[in-house]
């Protein structure tokens, strides 16, 4: 490939076991929770289970509020099988979707990027310093704890659980940024 040509895109997306273990785990609920719906059922009677449901409100949402939860975290695995967190490098960025956030941060806006471990995690984070420590146009929203307490000393996260891990997909922006920034 030729430096005047576009790179082809390069998509990095979070391991695929992390979201099909999420599926896993949903839908193992999902029958338990059913599971024990069907027991009631053949254990009291068609009849009796139904008005029980009809007749009492609190066991309507006793029986059907853990089946809708488990559902829908079944149905928020699934979309993260297809759409689920990814960083797009291209020649004057990357594009990263992480957590139903999107942004885009150039090449040049970074100083490095590196991995990390948060103070309260046991799993390496992939981050960046931005080139002018008083940066102010991407917000932090990562990197703090609800209080405001910095978990990390990077600007910016991307959080964990990437395919190759972290350090590889640290080198990947690293060298990328090193390309494209005009540090070369």
Same mark, same amino acid.
């Given at each position: 490939? @030729?430096?005047?040509?576009?790179?082809?895109? &390069?998509?990095?997306? /979070?391991?695929? =076991?992390?979201?099909?273990?999420?599926?896993? !785990?949903?839908?193992?609920? #999902?029958? !338990?929770?059913?599971?024990? *719906?069907?027991?009631?059922?053949? !254990?009291?009677?068609?009849?009796?289970?139904?008005?029980?449901?009809?007749?009492?409100?609190?066991? @309507?949402?006793?029986?059907?509020? $853990?089946?809708?939860?488990?559902?829908?975290?079944?149905?928020?695995?699934?979309?993260? !099988?297809?759409?689920?967190?990814?960083?797009?490098?291209?020649? @004057?960025?990357?594009?990263?979707?992480?957590?139903?956030?999107?942004?885009?941060?150039?090449?040049?806006?970074? /100083?490095?990027?590196?991995?990390?471990? $948060?103070?309260?995690?046991?799993?390496?984070?992939?981050?960046?310093? *931005?080139?002018?420590?008083?940066?102010?146009?991407? $917000?932090?929203?990562?990197?703090?704890?609800?209080?405001?307490?910095? &978990?990390?000393? #990077?600007?910016?996260? #991307?959080? =964990?659980?990437?395919?190759?891990?972290?350090?590889?997909?640290?080198?990947?922006?690293?060298?990328?940024?090193?390309?494209? @920034?005009?540090?070369?």
């Amino acid at each position: 490939m @030729s430096d005047d040509g576009d790179p082809p895109v &390069t998509v990095i997306r /979070k391991a695929r =076991w992390r979201t099909v273990a999420g599926v896993a !785990i949903s839908a193992v609920g #999902l029958c !338990i929770v059913a599971g024990i *719906h069907g027991f009631l059922w053949v !254990i009291m009677g068609r009849e009796v289970f139904l008005d029980g449901f009809r007749e009492e409100p609190f066991l @309507s949402a006793l029986g059907l509020v $853990p089946l809708l939860v488990v559902a829908l975290q079944l149905g928020i695995a699934i979309r993260a !099988i297809w759409w689920g967190d990814t960083i797009t490098l291209g020649r @004057s960025g990357f594009r990263s979707h992480v957590r139903g956030h999107s942004r885009f941060v150039r090449w040049d806006d970074v /100083k490095q990027f590196r991995v990390e471990r $948060p103070a309260a995690s046991m799993h390496d984070v992939v981050g960046w310093d *931005h080139q002018d420590d008083a940066f102010n146009g991407n $917000p932090v929203w990562e990197g703090f704890r609800a209080e405001g307490e910095r &978990t990390t000393t #990077l600007d910016c996260d #991307l959080g =964990w659980g990437w395919q190759d891990g972290a350090v590889a997909v640290c080198a990947t922006l690293e060298a990328w940024r090193i390309r494209y @920034s005009g540090e070369a």
